[in-house]
């Protein structure tokens, strides 16, 4: 190949990528820009006040996996962050969390029922449960447990808290099968500790 055919080549590889990116960008042009957001240095969504969404951020990394490392502090910076925003239905389940985690559970249901009024999803409704079955209205946690269930069955934690529920009010059996699913969809915990204690097989 010599060096003309070598330049011609190149020169046509460029031409057509250069007539692609004009085709593209004339195909762009026929909608309206969208504007550029605001600058975000503190990564917060913008759904929410910025200065509550900042208070929740503050308190989200207080939690490692299931445990707080400091309720007082999650529940004071959540707090904020709900008297900010009254309609932030993950600052209402956090702390609803917290006061579980300080046993508390009477408040923590107060902001679990918010959460679920607000934002029904798998997650409210499966730490509402948790926080029912804590208080001993084992009726009402595996109606929620099983709602969240319904709402998403692979979200494990719903699993091994109704196993537990159902384990607490003394259904082996059935708990067993929750835990088992538990363990299927990601999380072994309660069925390791049921086969420990006797229970499960």
């Known amino acids: 190949m010599t060096a003309t055919t070598v330049f011609t080549v190149k020169k046509m590889i460029v031409t057509g990528v250069c007539l692609c990116l004009i085709i593209a960008a004339a195909g762009c042009g ?12 503190m990564g917060t969504s913008g759904v929410h006040n910025e200065q509550a969404e900042r208070a929740f951020a503050k308190a989200r990394v207080l939690w490692r996996g299931e445990q707080c490392s400091d309720p007082d502090k999650a529940i004071e910076l959540l707090t904020e962050a709900v008297t900010i925003e009254p309609d932030y239905a993950q600052a209402w389940l956090r702390r609803g969390l917290a006061y579980s985690e300080k046993r508390w559970y009477d408040l923590a249901l107060d902001d679990l029922n918010k959460a679920v ?13 948790l926080v029912e079955m804590r208080l001993g209205n084992l009726m009402g946690a595996e109606r ?6 319904e709402l998403d069955p692979d979200y494990h934690r719903a699993w091994n808290f109704r196993g537990a529920t159902r ?19 990601g999380d072994c915990t309660g069925r390791d500790n049921a086969v420990k204690q006797g229970f499960c097989d």
């Open 144 to 149: 929620d447990l099983s709602r969240a269930i």
């Open 117 to 129: 009024r607000l934002a029904p999803n798998v997650e409210s409704y499966t730490y509402r449960g």
């Open 30 to 41: 026929t909608k309206e820009a969208e504007p550029l957001g605001r600058f975000n240095p």
């Open 167 to 185: 384990l607490l009010d003394e259904r082996i059996s059935a708990a067993c099968d929750d835990f088992q699913t538990g363990c299927k969809k």
